[in-house]
Structure formats: C-alpha cells, structure tokens
C-alpha cells in the first residue's frame, strides 16, 4: 500500500505542531516510518488520505467499541449539536448520563464528570489525598494514568515508547509522593506499606493493564491488594479507563469481583467524544466541591455533546450486554489464528488476552509486568506492524499498547488480519 499523501501531510504538520501530533504515540516513533493521517472512518474500517482502506484493531484507542460512525451515537450528537453546542449551566442529560453509569457500575453512587481520562485520574488523586489527609500514593510501573505530574513516574505506553518514564518538568517534590510497586508482585506493594505506614493515601492501579501490552492480575495479587488495602485504610483506585465499559457493563470490578473505593473512566464513556468521569461511594465523592472542600471544575465539563455520545453508548452496551460476549468471542478467535500462524513461525512469543483487550510480545517468557513486557524484541515488533500494514491491518504502533477489538469487525476481518500475519514472516 502507499501512504505518499499521508508522509506529505506529517512533514507539513511537523513545521507547525511538535512531532507533527498532538498524543506521541501517533508519531511511529516507536515502529518507524511516517504515520498514517486517516480521513473517516466506518464501522471496523479507516479511510485514510491516499485513500487505503485499513481494518481498524485502535478504535481511537478504546472508545469506539461498536465500531466508527456508529449511527445511534452519531444522530445523538447531531440532535444536541442542533440545540447548543455549550452552556456553562446545568443540564438534565448530565444527570441522565451518571444515573445510567451508575446502574452500570457495582459499588458506587455518585459520578463527576470531566474531559479526559488523565483529568479523571488526577482528580481521583486529590480526592483521595482531601478524604485520607494523606499525601503518598503507590502506582505500578508500566500502569498509565494519564499525563498528569504524579503519573509521570514509569508511566506505560507513549512514557515508556519515548525513553522518558520520568518526564522533565515533573519536580521532585512531586516525584517523592509516587511510590513505585510492581505489577502482580503483592510483596513490592507490602515493602512500601511497610516503609510508609499511615502515610498512603491511595494505590491506584489498571485493574487489567493495556498499558505495556495487555497484562492480567493474579486472582492472589488483586484479591490481596484488596484486602491489604482495608487493612492499612488506603483507597484502591481502579484506573478504569481502558476497562470501564469494555470488559463488561460493570467493567473491571465486575468481571474480578473486586470493589474499588475509587473508579475512574474516560475512552468508551465518552463514545469517541473527550469525557472522563471518577465515582465512588456517597461517603466518598461528598468530599468534592460544592459540597465537600476539595475543588475540581471544568468550563467544558459535563458538555452537552460528550454526554449525548456517552449516553447513546452506554444506553446501547446496556441494552445488550451480549455484545461483550461476542467481541470476547472475536477476540478468541484472532487468539487463536495468531496462535496457529506464530507457532509455526519459530519466532518467541506470548499472547496475552482478556475480553476484546490482546496484545503480542516477541519474547520467550510470559508477559506478566512492565520489566517481561520491556523484554520483547523491538525490531521483530517493528518487521510485525509494518508488514501488516502494508496489508492494510492497523495495529497499535507500539508494542506497550494492548489491541482494543470494536464489535464491527466480521469474522472475515479477522481470518484476513490471520491471513496478513502469514505473510508477514
Ligand atoms: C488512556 C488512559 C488514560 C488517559 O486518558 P486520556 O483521555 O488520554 O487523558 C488513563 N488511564 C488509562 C488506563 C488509560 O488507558
């Protein structure tokens, strides 16, 4: 396939935006080449400027589970576009929307929204250092959380692509506040309860990462994060904005069995428009400005567009929850056609899946945290995205980044994805 237009459109974006993007990972820093400027998109598939059809495995990263331009979401945006576009004022599909998500969503009773899933996760932070009284909180490396300072600390993905897991600009003050743990390794978690008892405010974790590549927890090391947890008062914040909405209607805390003091979401709860939300126990969110003293605001939060996609989203994934069956099922299914096509290849590696989140790491030992996800080979990784894309397959451009399967993909788009697999080695 030729991206002629698409390089031609990168160099000129590069003289007036920095790297040509406004999110890194966008650029191909990680794969090479110059990266592919889409023009629309439907259903599974991208239209991109020199007009290749790409089968689409982002889904804008997360958000468009159902596929791109999905009608119910669009004609919702649409009818509220009609009507305003903003306000600054209160507005009742806002209360639509939290009451829907909070029907969803085990173990909690209020939700504020905002406009991002970095937002979401910083404002869970503060709500939970104001509650607690406690500064401290322990994140695990290769979890991401957004770009906010205290993440900024072996944050996944675009951190970790660009060589600079401790970002400059991130002071130390700042830096001191973040303990590091180590994913499914509850004994690095203790060492640091230990060694700071009483002055933990919050662990927060992605409940399943998809942050370097997608990465499971134990049952023994989610179980018993949760219940060091209850032991020590620390609130667990389950980073749910890759997981909310797309490992079930209740997300991560359903499909574990776990509960979070603090949930966070973003990606699918905005149904491809910027929403984020966190939520947690009345007890909890009381805390929150205006009727608690810890301040959180947004002049576009709550925004009426946002809230219609997210409404038009989340009424659908309600009334048919089966949906995440089948994209479990779909996601089986490329599982095991890669499965079959690697095996034969010689080439070391592991697939890791759960639910519609899969990612392939070139390496010989189980995938399991960040420093077993570091270990995949790179160059294999680079040969593996190029060589499908050119056969129209696009893929995370990045080997820390889980797959994120929408419900629009047939199953004669997967047997052609196995298919350009085949072909690439
Ligand atoms: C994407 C992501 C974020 C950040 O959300 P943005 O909307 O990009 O700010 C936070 N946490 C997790 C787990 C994510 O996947």
């Not at 639509?96 to 899933?117: C, E, H, Q, T, Y």
């Not at 910083?122 to 957004?146: Q, T």
Request: overall charge negative.
């Amino acid at each position: 396939m030729i991206y002629k237009r698409s390089s031609a459109l990168f160099n000129e974006a590069k003289q007036y935006i920095p790297g040509g993007v406004n999110s890194p990972v966008r650029a191909f820093k990680a794969v090479g080449g110059d990266p592919v400027f889409v023009k629309e998109a439907k259903g599974a598939y991208l239209y991109d400027e020199d007009g290749n059809e790409l089968i689409d495995y982002i889904a804008s990263w997360g958000p468009l589970i159902l596929g791109h331009a999905y009608e119910p979401v669009l004609n919702a945006i649409i009818d509220k576009a009609k009507k305003g576009t903003s306000f600054g004022m209160p507005t009742e599909i806002e209360t639509d929307l939290a009451k829907l998500a909070v029907s969803m969503v085990p173990n909690i009773d209020k939700i504020r929204f905002v406009n991002s899933g970095t937002e979401a996760c910083m404002s869970a932070v503060r709500l939970a250092r104001g509650y607690s009284g406690k500064d401290k909180i322990i994140k695990f490396a290769g979890c991401y959380h957004g770009h906010s300072d205290s993440f900024l600390i072996q944050a996944g993905s675009g951190a970790v692509t660009f060589g600079s897991p401790n970002s400059p600009g991130v002071t130390q003050g700042t830096a001191k506040d973040t303990l590091l743990a180590n994913y499914n390794d509850l004994e690095s978690v203790k060492a640091l309860t230990t060694a700071n008892k009483g002055e933990i405010a919050a662990i927060i974790i992605e409940p399943v990462a998809g942050n370097m590549g997608c990465i499971i927890p134990t049952e023994e090391f989610i179980t018993g994060l949760r219940e060091l947890c209850t032991k020590e008062g620390i609130l667990l914040i389950f980073d749910e904005v890759m997981t909310g909405f797309r490992l079930g209607t209740g997300g991560a805390q359903e499909a574990l069995g776990i509960d979070a003091d603090i949930v966070t979401f973003g990606k699918v709860i905005g149904g491809g428009l910027p929403v984020g939300a966190f939520a947690a126990r009345n007890e909890i969110m009381s805390y929150l400005a205006p009727e608690g003293p810890v301040y959180q605001a947004g002049t576009l939060s709550g925004n009426p567009l946002a809230m219609s996609a997210g409404l038009a989203m989340l009424t659908e994934l309600n009334s048919r929850p089966e949906v995440f069956e089948s994209l479990a099922d779909k996601t089986e299914h490329l599982h095991e056609g890669f499965d079959n096509v690697l095996r034969t290849k010689g080439i070391p590696y592991q697939i890791n899946r759960y639910g519609s989140m899969i990612s392939v790491h070139f390496t010989d030992a189980p995938v399991v945290d960040f420093a077993s996800s570091a270990k995949g080979n790179n160059e294999t990784f680079k040969t593996y995205f190029h060589g499908m894309l050119n056969q129209g397959i696009y893929l995370p451009p990045s080997a820390f980044e889980s797959y994120f399967l929408n419900d629009a993909l047939s199953y004669g788009d997967l047997d052609k994805t196995i298919d350009a697999l085949k072909k690439v080695f």
